[in-house]
């Protein structure tokens, strides 16, 4: 399975940006995808989660109300829209896939891993 981050970028403060996370590789079904970020000198820590069928999601307090996480089944894509942007945003953002389906909120819960996109929000 591979991951294709993108939609990174750079946006002033309260601005918005759409990540996407495309997967390709073997044909799958029943997987959750979710969301990381990891800013400058801090662990990666989760953002938001969503499950094969977009019925569950949940986002961190941090972003709760800001981000929206969706998918499209027909493009095997994953998105996460970003509003009301804050410095405290600015990070690499990963997407990441975790096989055994269900809300899933440690990065050891995951198996694939995209290869990150920069998000920088300038004050």
């Known amino acids: 399975v591979q991951l294709q981050a993108s939609g990174g970028g750079l946006v002033q403060t309260g601005g918005s940006l759409r990540l996407s996370c495309a997967a390709s590789?073997?044909?799958?079904?029943?997987?959750?995808t979710g969301w990381f970020r990891q800013g400058s000198r801090k662990e990666r820590e989760f953002v938001a989660v969503i499950t094969w069928s977009g019925a569950m999601r949940y986002y961190s307090d941090s972003v709760k109300g800001r981000f929206t996480i969706s998918r499209d089944g027909a493009k095997n894509t994953v998105y996460l829209q970003m509003n009301t942007l804050k410095p405290e945003d600015t990070a690499v953002y990963y997407c990441a896939v975790g096989v055994d389906g269900g809300l899933r909120y440690r990065v050891d819960e995951y198996d694939y891993w995209g290869q990150g996109t920069l998000v920088t929000v300038s004050s």
């Open positions: 590789g073997r044909p799958f079904g029943g997987y959750t």
